[in-house]
């Protein structure tokens, strides 16, 4: 069974930092491209982050870029994103999702796995 579980999500005050967790099981975790996305009350889930299985590339939202940063351990079968300078539009749960597309992976409907969500809250 494939697990994916988010975790490092909290309450901070702008500009402040958080570190998300996904930790995958049940999978080649390294044949898998993994993505970050967002959903905001009554709003549609978003793309912010996402790497490539093979080669490590990295896409990120015009929200995301310059603040957050992807990183993934193939070792440690987790995924990682480092958000800086966080702003109140951040707040949502953030959800990581893999695939085995190596393309679209902007896209929510490519990813085959979602975990459960992590909150983040950030007040202004």
């Known amino acids: 069974e494939v697990q994916l579980v988010e975790s490092g999500g909290g309450l901070v005050q702008a500009g402040g930092s958080l570190r998300l967790s996904c930790a995958a099981s049940?999978?080649?975790?390294?044949?898998?491209?993994i993505g970050w996305f967002r959903q905001a009350p009554g709003k549609e889930r978003e793309g912010v982050s996402c790497?490539?299985?093979?080669?490590?590339?990295?896409y990120y939202a015009d929200s995301a870029k310059g603040r957050f940063t992807i990183s993934r351990d193939n070792a440690k079968n987790t995924l990682y994103l480092q958000m800086n300078s966080l702003k109140p539009e951040d707040t949502a749960v953030y959800y990581c999702?893999?695939?085995?597309?190596?393309?679209?992976?902007?896209?929510?409907?490519?990813?085959?796995?979602w975990g459960q969500g992590t909150q983040v809250t950030v007040s202004s």
């Open positions: 790497i490539s299985s093979s080669d490590g590339i990295t």
């Open positions: 999702g893999a695939t085995l597309k190596v393309i679209r992976l902007r896209i929510a409907t490519e990813y085959d796995y």
């Open positions: 049940g999978l080649i975790f390294a044949d898998y491209a």
